[in-house]
């Protein structure tokens, strides 16, 4: 096997330091030649000039899916793949200008269609007088996806509406998304590298801390509630869920941990509570109530139907039969009382309550009043007084007549009921464009938590079936109801509160002096149909006896 020489141009053989020159070129040229087909990213050698491909190495040729013979007999621009760069054509002025030049993300387009993303870097240098180009491709496809993957992760856990933050081992913060920020007021610049415990300091028991811990190195997650504080200082309710960052051996290297402000859904979850509860509370107190109303409309049928039965008895005197009639009107008037009360609370259950509003004389109202229950006073031995606080001219207004007056007969009525021995007293002043009328008795008083509760529909004072006194209880209910419908308000205290001497309790009540000309009416909050009510008009004279005695 022979061996091939090298020779000058004349044919004969180089001597000395320029044969060896010329045998270093050949081994560099080899060299080249080897790294150039062996290389793992794409080469390109271009004109400088022209742009027309001189070589191609098959890392590239396979890259773009092209054969080699497609790349030697075109022009870069001519090949699918480098469209962007001939399409801007300061690209390539660049190329043909810079001696160094480098894109981090270069799309090219393959044989096939597909995009790809090339970190593209060129050289300009000199080969046998004429400036050519060298360009390294290297596929990075995959890495940008990657990166495009993990960007778009990351965009949405610091966009997610939860806090998400990880710490290490150490505690330290390593990631906090922007939610943490809203939630717990530090920026991220500010947490990362601060321990967790002091940015989000929570109450926890250390059997609680150690149980958590126990999970996450058991590689396993753990969910719960805290109450943690801001960096204000401010405390919240927190549903916080942690999960273990394990690495390849399966240790744990650090805590992420999800977490919520609660403080809405806390608070609705109270609400709910609170509602259930009043609900069981009003089923309660409506099968007390209808059982009470069973019992309190039973015991007055019975004297009717008793003492009827009675009146058959031949031999019955005059005065017998007076004094069961007298028993048999006495039980009547006590069962319409109490069928009229559930009329009216049924009405104002199903808001069918209207406002009639017309021109009263409050002195005549509360006279009239005096008047009507001072028998049934004096029968029980009782002193019953009024004041008439107001001027003529301050008495006259236009409201409801008929629910003012409803309204005080029931307080009179409940205040000669529970007052076994002293005085009543009821009275009206003027206050602040609003009349406030009152009735004073010198019964037991009111306890302090049946203040409120007296006023709530199927509630009394007591509620058991052997209660002293008699009664459907829905007066001051009712009482409540009109009064709101009104524009007013009402409430009781008891007189021993201003003076430790005196007993019972005063019953207050307000209306406004006159109503506004177009009003929405409410009862207990619900907004009636206000077309019932009638405006006021002008008025020449006061009602009769406007001058009514001051008793008292």
């Known amino acids: 096997m022979s061996k091939s020489t090298v020779t000058d141009n004349q044919g004969q053989k180089p001597k000395g330091k320029k044969s060896i020159l010329i045998k270093k070129l050949l081994a560099s040229e080899i060299r080249y030649r080897r790294l150039f087909e062996s290389a793992k990213d794409g080469i390109l050698i271009l004109d400088a000039t022209s742009g027309k491909i001189i070589d191609v190495n098959p890392f ?20 699918g793949a480098f469209q962007d760069i001939y399409e801007n054509k300061e690209k390539f002025l660049e190329l043909q200008q810079t001696k160094y030049v480098r894109y981090d993300d270069l799309p090219l387009q393959t044989s096939t269609g597909r995009i790809i993303h090339v970190e593209f870097v060129s050289n300009v240098y000199i080969e046998d007088r004429h400036n050519v180009i060298q360009c390294n491709i290297r596929d990075i496809t995959e890495r940008t996806n990657i990166q495009k993957e993990i960007k778009f992760q990351a965009d ?12 290490n081992l150490q505690g330290k913060v390593i990631y906090w998304n922007k939610a943490a920020e809203k939630i717990y007021g530090w920026t991220s610049a500010e947490a990362i590298g601060q321990n967790i415990i002091h940015l989000t300091p929570a109450r926890q028991s250390k059997k609680k801390a150690n149980d958590i811990m126990r999970k996450l190195s058991e590689g396993k997650k753990w969910a719960g509630e805290f109450f943690v504080k801001r960096k204000d200082g401010s405390s919240f309710p927190a549903f916080v869920t942690d999960t273990p960052m394990l690495n390849s051996n399966g240790e744990l290297t650090g805590v992420i941990g999800i977490s919520s402000d609660i403080t809405e859904r806390k608070h609705a979850e109270t609400e709910l509570m609170k509602a259930k509860m009043k609900a069981e509370e009003n089923d309660r107190l409506k099968s007390t109530f209808l059982a009470n109303m069973s019992h309190e409309i039973r015991t007055p049928m019975n004297g009717i139907l008793g003492f009827a039965e009675l009146l058959r008895t031949e031999d019955l005197s005059g005065e017998e039969q007076q004094r069961f009639i007298g028993i048999i009107e006495k039980s009547g008037i006590r069962m319409l009382n109490i069928i009229n009360d559930i009329i009216s609370i049924s009405k104002i259950e199903s808001q069918q309550i209207e406002v009639s509003v017309s021109q009263i004389n409050v002195n005549i109202q509360i006279g009239y009043i005096y008047h009507f229950f001072k028998l049934e006073a004096e029968q029980k031995k009782l002193d019953i007084s009024f004041k008439n606080g107001l001027p003529n001219e301050d008495a006259v207004i236009f409201t409801d007549k008929e629910k003012v007056y409803a309204v005080l007969t029931n307080l009179v009525k409940n205040a000669i009921k529970f007052t076994q021995t002293g005085s009543v007293e009821l009275g009206c002043l003027k206050k602040e464009g609003f009349l406030e009328f009152y009735v004073k008795d010198s019964g037991p008083g009111i306890q302090e938590i049946q203040k409120e509760i007296i006023f709530e529909r199927f509630r009394q004072g007591s509620e058991s079936f052997n209660r002293q006194y008699e009664g459907a209880g829905l007066g001051l209910a009712i009482s409540k ?14 007189n021993a509160d201003k003076n430790e001497n005196d007993s019972g309790a005063t019953f207050f009540f307000t209306i406004p002096v006159n109503p506004p000309e177009k009003t929405n009416v409410f009862i207990s909050g619900a907004r009636k149909n206000n077309s019932s009510i009638v405006q006021p008009k002008s008025f020449n004279k006061l009602e009769k006896n406007d001058n009514i005695i001051q008793h008292g």
């Open 156 to 167: 949405l856990i610091n966009n997610v509406g939860q806090a998400v933050i990880a710490t």
């Open 481 to 494: 109801a009109y009064v709101e419908m009104l524009g007013g308000k009402i409430w009781v205290i008891n």
């Open 60 to 79: 590239l040729i396979d890259l773009l899916g092209y054969t080699k013979q497609d790349f030697t007999e075109k022009s870069v621009w001519e090949i």
